[in-house]
């Protein structure tokens, strides 16, 4: 990737500039809809201001241009994750993903189109680089919503992506080598913790699980990989001038996972929830959590009952801490030990991005509006 940089006024000039013009129309018509004045601006997971072009743009400010310059919010959106999706230095998403237990990259992603009220999903898709493509064409060729695994990528095939064998890269793969040789992982949870009896000695079960853990942390510590990377993804709406709402998420799923699983992100809801009437929501972090909780879904309806992007999506993130009991997912003081983070912007154009924890300030999102792309660090539930 280009590491070029573009300052502000450049930037302003070669599309913000537009937004700010566009940004006083006014829509809204008939007794019951109130006149809203929409603010162009697109809000996207922390690594959605890392990742560049050849022209030394991040993905928020590319989907920025696009979208101020007239194209379409979905197309916008898409294309700036394209960046990160493409970036074989992102080891969270699309090509070097890091990859499942048998070191395949599975890939999952899903869009949603506000004004067209219509979305797309692929998930455990091999060999295609940018899985956020083809949900769009499931969204835009098929009557279906989602397509998984070999299905999906005899689509991609059909639908004239390139398919390669493989796409680790050389940082991806050497990841998935260390963590082999220093751990054999267990994936699935004792059955004590389901209120079973199982035989064997759950003291050391347990110890196994916390130790794959530990491995990865102090892999993320020596500079495998970027511990925000285990669960790693990138999620990225836009609102435009007209007040036209879509979004995209996108990942490489939990490193080292089971072959075959499937987190939030490709679930309508989970990883990515638009109403075009309301506003957006997408998520990171541990998508199990997600799933049981279909929080984008939450944080949309939330927002639809008049709270703000960051209250909303507080409240979504404490729907979560309830739900999590179990005592492997918990740390000393009782609180969730795992990450989970949201972005949400609503039709207006107000924003936030929301976390469990964020003790240093380090977990930051992206943003970018008339100001020009930034990082914000990310508003925690809890201390
Ligand atoms: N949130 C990404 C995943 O859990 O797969």
Avoid at 202 to 216: D, F, I, P, Q, T
Wanted: hydrophobic share 40%; with cysteine.
């Amino acid at each position: 990737m280009q590491k070029q940089k573009m300052n502000r006024r450049e930037f302003v000039a070669a599309g913000a500039g537009a937004g700010m013009l566009a940004s006083s129309s006014v829509f809204g018509q008939g007794p019951n809809v109130i006149a809203v004045r929409s603010k162009p601006v697109i809000v996207a997971a922390g690594n959605g201001n890392r990742s560049k072009d050849k022209d030394g743009l991040t993905c928020v400010a590319r989907a920025f241009k696009m979208m101020t310059a007239g194209s379409d919010v979905l197309d916008s959106v898409i294309a700036g994750v394209n960046i990160v999706e493409l970036d074989p230095e992102d080891t969270s998403v699309g090509y070097g993903g890091l990859p499942n237990a048998d070191g395949v990259v599975q890939l999952d992603s899903s869009v949603m189109h506000g004004p067209k009220k219509i979305g797309g999903c692929v998930a455990s898709l091999e060999g295609v680089r940018t899985p956020s493509l083809v949900a769009q064409k499931v969204m835009e060729e098929t009557d279906h919503v989602l397509l998984v695994g070999k299905g999906a990528q005899d689509f991609a095939r059909m639908m004239g992506f390139t398919i390669e064998d493989d796409l680790n890269t050389p940082r991806s793969r050497a990841a998935w080598i260390e963590w082999k040789r220093r751990t054999d992982p267990l994936h699935y949870i004792p059955t004590d913790q389901r209120g079973l009896k199982v035989p064997g000695d759950m003291a050391a079960l347990r110890e196994r699980e916390r130790a794959g853990l530990e491995v990865a942390r102090q892999m993320a510590a020596e500079g495998w990989f970027d511990i925000e990377h285990l669960y790693g993804t990138i999620n990225c709406n836009g609102v435009n001038s007209k007040g036209e709402v879509c979004g995209v998420t996108t990942t490489s799923g939990l490193a080292w996972k089971i072959p075959g699983r499937v987190g939030d992100s490709p679930i309508l809801g989970a990883g990515l929830y638009v109403n075009n009437d309301i506003g957006a929501a997408g998520s990171t972090g541990r998508g199990e959590l997600n799933l049981i909780s279909l929080a984008s879904f939450v944080c949309v309806e939330e927002m639809s009952r008049g709270k703000s992007p960051k209250d909303a999506g507080m409240a979504a993130i404490k729907r979560i801490k309830d739900m999590v009991i179990q005592k492997r997912l918990l740390d000393e003081k009782g609180e969730p030990n795992v990450g989970i983070n949201f972005y949400l912007v609503n039709k207006k154009g107000e924003f936030a991005g929301v976390t469990l924890k964020n003790p240093n300030g380090r977990s930051t999102y992206a943003v970018c509006d008339e100001n020009g792309p930034r990082s914000i660090p990310m508003d925690a539930l809890l201390a």
